[in-house]
């Protein structure tokens, strides 16, 4: 079986991490497969939304530790390893935001270290009840430095700092309030959770939510004027395609859009 499966239903990706020995880390192979992955979906216009879940009994439990060790054996004590690791590593979790689709990840177990950075780079999540999430190098003596910033860019920097200090785990209500994931479902509803999420993200019109996803994020690192007059110019495009002009004519006359894309 490939350690990452992709099952496409209809205009939905769904994404599996599928190395359930190894609590799907993120090993070279692992990043590997979903930097391709990634890739082929920015370039494929018949897939609006995609989810990202785990195989086995969790999510993601970050890198893989025993990888890590044998990248030592190098002369220069694995600096060169470590470097090109991370540098991999940021370029899949920099390659979510870039993608014209939304991505939903669905975690349930643990979300760690990583696998928590994982979570908190997908542009939406929905969770099992139970899953835990943390960053927990620190209880090894490895500092999640790089899991630290997309965790900081999705709450509260104290409480980001806790996690990152103490190490210790935060349950499913702790993550929505402060605001991880978006919810948490029983286990046994959790791919019916993401799909329907999914599907509503699909029915939309694909150019308007790719326009959107992208200035979403570049205004957020604006000041308020930037971003206001970013966002005027990015309206002004957005109103000149074709199918939205569609969309606001058929509300208009209260019937169903006849979009192209």
Known sequence: MPILIREDQGAIARLTLNAPEKLNALSDA??????????????????RAVILGGAGKAFCAGH?????????????????????????????MTAIRSLPQP????????ATAAGCQLVASCDLA????????????????????????ALSRNIPRKQAFEMLTTGEFIEPDRAIALGLIN????????????????????????????IGKQAFYQQLEMGLDDAYDYTRDVMVENML?????????????????????
């Open 183 to 210: 919810r948490a479902v029983p286990a046994d509803q959790l791919d019916d959770a993401a799909m329907e999420l999914a599907e509503t993200l699909a029915s939309k019109l694909g150019s308007a939510v790719k």
């Open 103 to 110: 991505v939903i990840a669905k975690p349930h177990g643990i």
């Open 126 to 149: 929905v969770a099992a009840e139970g899953t835990r999430f943390g960053v927990n190098g620190v209880n090894i003596g490895l500092f999640c430095s790089t899991p630290m910033v």
């Open 241 to 261: 395609d074709r199918d939205t002009e569609e969309g606001i004519n058929a509300f208009i006359e209260k019937r169903p859009p006849d979009w192209t894309q």
């Open 30 to 47: 692992m990043l590997a497969a979903l930097q391709e992955e990634f890739d082929a979906l920015r370039e494929d216009r018949s897939i």
């Open 64 to 92: 893989d530790l025993k990888e890590m060790t044998q990248g030592r054996q190098a002369e220069d004590g694995g600096k060169a390893y470590f470097a090109d690791l991370f540098t991999r590593c940021s370029k899949v």
